[in-house]
């Protein structure tokens, strides 16, 4: 009598799929958290009148922040923004005397003297071949130079009304500057999210050789890039000068540094092709509240820069965990 032997299976194991909580959630439950500690705190930080000032304060770093996440998805980065900031401003104001133009001219001239300066990044990194990094600090040093050369390395003042009332005056009781944060961030969501120049833009951050396999231009999608941010970078300095009511050439000094953090503790990597501008908002939005919250408390502005070194410093750690997970 022969036996057979009984072939033995293994118990069967449902296994779900590993799934990741998006980082725009994690952000906006950080960010909730934390204006309840700060609310209990300074009770006088739920203010209408503080909230408001704390969205004003934002929305210049929001606007670098939108203008470099546009970069940081082609895989590349910009430090040359605080400089950009600093040279479009003095443009700007060397344009707004008053009776000498309407206020629409300065606009334009800061905007266009931002793009300028990024499409010449783009063009150093795409046909150059020059590191991002390298390229965009040599921009930092040469925009910095630019506007103290242009301004005679004093501040330019004597604005005109009409000019000034762009970083200083409101709209229905809105700020405009946090008016002109929303539509950037708006009309960037758009591009990135609904126009085909986003989606190659994803792609050639996700996979250059790929995209470059498939027939894409990924020189002129990276030129994109980086004027776009240039140009934004530029807006961010009209709005600055119009504020202060002054071109500065020292204006916008560890901008760009602000505008990294908030885009990558926002979810975009630095390898490029992932994240997108909802997150640029919240990260901006997380360091505003944290800079208000500080000042509220009576914080040295000594301790503020040391916290926000270490925010920075995180939010690489984190991107780069989440590159090896």
């Given at each position: ?29 950080a ?10 705190l ?46 479009s401003g ?111 833009i ?34 961010a300095?009209v ?14 000094i ?70 090896r997970?």
């Amino acid at each position: 009598m022969q036996c057979q032997a009984e072939t033995v299976h293994p118990p069967r194991v449902d296994r779900k799929p590993h799934t990741r909580w998006p980082a725009e959630l994690t952000l906006a439950i950080a960010i909730a958290i934390l204006m309840a500690a700060l609310s209990v705190l300074r009770p006088n930080f739920l203010n209408l009148a503080n909230l408001v000032n704390l969205l004003r304060q934002i929305s210049i770093n929001g606007i670098l922040a939108v203008g470099v996440t546009y970069v940081l998805l082609t895989g590349g980065v910009d430090l040359s923004l605080g400089s950009v900031v600093a040279f479009s401003g003095v443009a700007a104001a060397s344009f707004a005397h008053p009776g000498q133009y309407p206020a629409v001219v300065p606009v334009l001239i800061g905007i266009a003297a931002g793009a300028a300066c990024g499409a010449a990044n783009g063009l150093v990194v795409t046909r150059g071949r020059v590191a991002p990094f390298i390229a965009t600090l040599g921009m930092m040093t040469a925009a910095r130079g630019l506007a103290l050369l242009l301004s005679g390395g004093m501040p330019v003042s004597n604005l005109a009304s009409s000019f000034t009332r762009i970083g200083g005056g409101s709209a229905a009781g809105v700020p405009v500057p946090i008016l002109i944060f929303a539509v950037v961030a708006v009309l960037s969501w758009i591009l990135l999210s609904q126009m085909r120049v986003g989606r190659y833009i994803y792609a050639v951050g996700g996979n250059e050789n790929a995209a470059r396999a498939s027939g894409l231009d990924v020189r002129s999608i990276k030129m994109v890039g980086y004027t776009l941010c240039g140009g934004l970078g530029g807006l961010a300095g009209v709005v600055l000068a119009s504020r202060i009511t002054t071109g500065q050439p020292n204006a916008g000094i560890g901008y760009e540094l602000d505008a990294i953090a908030a885009v990558v503790i926002g979810g975009t990597s630095l390898n490029g092709g992932t994240g997108g501008v909802g997150g640029a908002i919240l990260g901006a939005l997380l360091i505003g509240i944290i800079n208000n919250g500080l000042d509220l408390l009576n914080v040295s502005s000594y301790y503020q820069q040391v916290v926000k070194g270490l925010i920075i410093v995180g939010a690489v750690w984190l991107d780069r965990s989440k590159q090896r997970t």
